[in-house]
């Protein structure tokens, strides 16, 4: 596919964003989903209350081909990641485990994007990216809208998610184990029933279970390893999703899950590896650097894709602080290990106190990329909300697309209006808008 943009057909989908004010999340039929998929209403019940503020009430569009572009970038970004030269680069400042290979590639990972007049810009790379279980179950509880205008659910959006989920996990157990059969999964985090994302961890292990994978929710306190097995209460863990965001497994309490990972005693995903080559922000500064990839021998075709899709990024170092201060506007700043845009901040908004943190080290200074936009309504008021767009993929294969609507500098789960959202998709070639140009709520 050519890597440009059709502006009058992305015209039209930024305007059904900004015109189109219909409601389509119908919450009664997110319950009947959960209910349905978890063959347990107390169980769905309790997913709902404490997802609720998650799920937006609008879907989002997009273009068909600004999310090929998007797919096109994630094909490239993995097929740099298989350089020896990347590698090398990225490993070495790993710690001696994350340099292990026992072959999981890593699941859900989540490529963040924002989509202005230049077309679709990577911001992020995540391991462990949440919300796809999420996305999944409210894909289907939104209604179609603007039906005229030809759109249609992104990727696996629906049923079809199931099988590509057990697919992917089987993957992983068989990149490691390379036979038996995959019984027992432990789904870990710190505190999980404290996690905001726990209703995501009980729609996972509901998943596993109907399909006769039996699965616990746990603490990496709770792992035992016991001649050179994972155990948790007294039972072998054959796999451990990992949800912990100690991506390199270096805290004390979570030891256990390090040794197990260094012993292969059982299949970890994502791993301190797959965050090495992929998750690091260190890599935006690799990725964005077209000189040095074409020293490593990446194709042409991927440098071209790269360079246009990922925002240039630095390292803020004491030497280069003062300029980056300067140009400090023009940025965002984010740490090597950050997650869930935590110590996240645009450069416009940086006081004289925090910069004096950050040039200290620890963090990158990433060109701004300016976000989409959605417009809602709430409590009868149409507001502004910005939007991301995150695809989870395995490998190079895109598992579902979503959209994040928010207000503030980053993106949170704690915006009136907000959440995540499904996305519709608006075919190239659409030039003119429905009765969605003048439609009021729904």
């Known amino acids: 596919m050519s890597f440009k943009s059709n502006s009058e057909s992305k015209s039209t989908a930024m305007k059904l964003n900004a015109l189109c004010h219909c409601i389509t999340l119908d919450r009664d039929l997110l319950s009947q989903v959960l209910a349905d998929e978890t063959a347990d209403t107390a169980l769905a019940a309790l997913v709902l209350e404490r997802a609720s503020a998650m799920f937006s009430n609008v879907a989002v569009f997009a273009l068909s081909s600004v999310l090929s572009q998007m797919t096109e970038v994630i ?3 993995v097929r740099v990641t298989q350089t020896p030269l990347y590698q090398k680069e990225v490993l070495e400042r790993a710690p001696l485990w994350a340099r292990l290979d026992h072959g999981p590639a890593g ?5 963040d994007f924002h989509v202005g007049h230049d077309g679709p810009q990577l911001i992020e790379i995540n391991t462990n ?3 796809a279980f999420l996305n999944a179950a409210l894909r289907r509880a939104h209604q ?3 039906s005229r205008m030809d759109s249609h659910a992104g990727n696996l959006g629906g049923r079809s998610f199931e099988p590509a989920v057990l697919k992917m996990f089987e993957r992983e157990w068989r990149s490691q184990r390379k036979s038996g059969r995959l019984g027992r999964i432990a789904i870990v985090d710190d505190q999980p029933q404290n996690q905001a994302l726990y209703p995501e961890f009980l729609l996972a292990q509901s998943l596993f279970r109907r399909n006769g994978i039996e699965a616990v929710i746990a603490g990496p306190d709770e792992l035992i390893l016991d001649s050179g097995k994972l155990l948790i209460s007294g039972e072998p863990i054959d796999l451990v999703y990992n949800r912990l965001v100690d991506f390199q497994l270096s805290a004390e309490q979570h030891q256990v899950l390090r040794l197990g990972y260094e012993m292969g005693a059982a299949v970890i995903t994502p791993n301190p590896r797959n965050h090495a080559l992929y998750a690091d922000k260190r890599n935006l500064v690799l990725l964005s650097d077209a000189a040095r990839l074409r020293d490593w021998g990446v194709d042409s075709r991927d440098l071209e894709i790269l360079s246009k899709a990922i925002p240039r990024a630095q390292e803020v ?6 300029r980056i201060w300067r140009d ?3 940025s965002f700043f984010k740490p090597f290990a950050g997650y869930a845009s935590k110590a996240v901040y645009r450069g416009d908004k940086v006081t004289s106190a925090r910069w004096a943190e950050i040039r200290t080290g620890g ?3 990433q060109e701004f990329a300016e976000p989409g936009e959605r417009m809602v309504v709430l409590d009868g008021e149409l507001l502004a909300r910005k939007v991301d767009f995150r695809l989870y993929a395995y490998e190079v294969d895109t598992l579902l697309t979503a959209a994040r609507v928010y207000q503030g500098q980053t993106t949170n789960m704690r915006t009136p209006g907000g959440g995540f959202a499904p996305v519709l998709v608006v075919e ?3 030039g003119s808008l429905t009765s969605c140009e003048a439609a009021d709520t729904v």
């Open 129 to 131: 990216a949440g919300g």
């Open 328 to 330: 400090r506007k023009k």
């Open 363 to 365: 963090y990158i200074a």
């Open 107 to 111: 699941v859900f990972m989540g490529f």
């Open 428 to 430: 190239d070639g659409v």
């Open 144 to 146: 179609e809208c603007c």
């Open 75 to 77: 094909e490239a970004i």
């Open 317 to 322: 170092t004491p030497t280069n602080a003062d």
